[in-house]
């Protein structure tokens, strides 16, 4: 998020005495975030682009916490998005914002802090050069381990400056730490309970007191920063807790949750997917549909969660399928049809985390579920239109092959002529000008749901040519 020097205007103060000239004053980041947050509500803007199915819910909390200036838990279960939504912050802060030039820490220029900045800031006086921060650069993260130091978070003293003849008692032989680093600036921590929970009490100051203390002397700072953390609850986590008094400093906790609507579910997997190869709505929503049925499933340790990765990883597990087969059939463009979901279990099912007494039938409940939403996706786009004849076609002379050497003209060219078959590819969102891959995706799914409806029998026979599979809709 970093912008490059050249970019900041050329037209913004250069010293102290041009910052003055200007009108300019100090505000905390805090307060910043704020005027910011109600200029955008104020504006109808989207202060939160990208974030998918928390608008009715995380988002507002989330927002009353940072307008009364409060430092910010946020509390889920894994693949919920915390870590996302935290990197939106940055865009509430200002776009550029002026430090002293040459400062160890991000110190504002009319409100120097450490020191030797003071110190420059007297020597100089309005020649005091500035620089200009992009709000990129005033965003920091920190993935919270059990080996992190309190050097790591605050700081620790500088041999290198002791060398030089510094006494250890000088606060300008401090070597800061990211919390400090970060002024008027937004710290996020995730994972905060891995964190020691000794490295956990240096943090203590930084929160209520705003100052830091390093190897037994205390220097006053007085620290500007947001502290924003993400743990999962408290009833799962084996690795640690967040101590209670640090708990306390917190002014907020919010709690964040898996997508509630299907829609959501959909909307998530088409934004944060790179896919290789085309995956219609049907199939994102078969996947979709699958991941919401996991976390409901008594098989699966729903303590543990099943992360919004999964079904974006599911989705291009399934794009990438479509590709090879595109690829060894000489198909173009590569579409994704439903014989390309049988990779899902096998290749994701070590992203799950199972009950115990479920092991040696992980494979078979995942293929089962993903039946079941393969099922309830075929009824909603097919519902009201009777297959009948495509049915009758299948199991009266014209059996259908699929597999990962069938192309999708070949899968067509099997059945006859039906007005069905248009109905069908119009409900998958495929037209007549379409190419055959896209238009077979489409009667593929409906042959599954034939078979799934106990309509038409399913055959998977041995490897074909080449080692592959085929699956055969007959009688």
Known sequence: MKAPEETVPADLPRTVGQLRAAGHTPRGVKDEIADNLLAALREGRDPWPGIVGFGATVVPQLERALLARHDVALLGERGQGKTRLLRTLAGLLDEWTPAIEGSELAEHPLNPITPASVRRAAELGDELPVRWLHRGERYAEKLATPDTSVGDLIGDVDPVKVAEGRTLGDPET???????????????????????????????????ERDIQVRGYTLRLPLDVLLVATANPEDYTNRGRIITPLKDRFGAEVRTH????????????RQEADLVAEVGDPLVEVLARFVRALREATVIDQRSGVSARFAVAAAETVAAAALRRGALTGEEPAVARPVDLESVPEVLRGKLEFEPGEEGRELEQLVHLLRVAVAETARGRFAGLDLTPLAEAVTEGSPVETGERVRGRELLGALPELPVLHEVAERCGAGPGDPPARIAAAVELALESLYLGRKVAKDVRGPGDGGDARTVYGP
């Open 258 to 269: 898996y997508p509630h609507e299907l829609d959501a579910e959909i909307g998530l997997v």
């Open 174 to 208: 401090i070597h800061f730490g990211l919390v400090p680093r970060a002024h008027r600036g937004i710290v996020a921590l995730n994972e905060l309970p891995d964190l020691a929970e000794r490295i956990q009490v240096a943090l203590l100051n930084v929160m209520e």
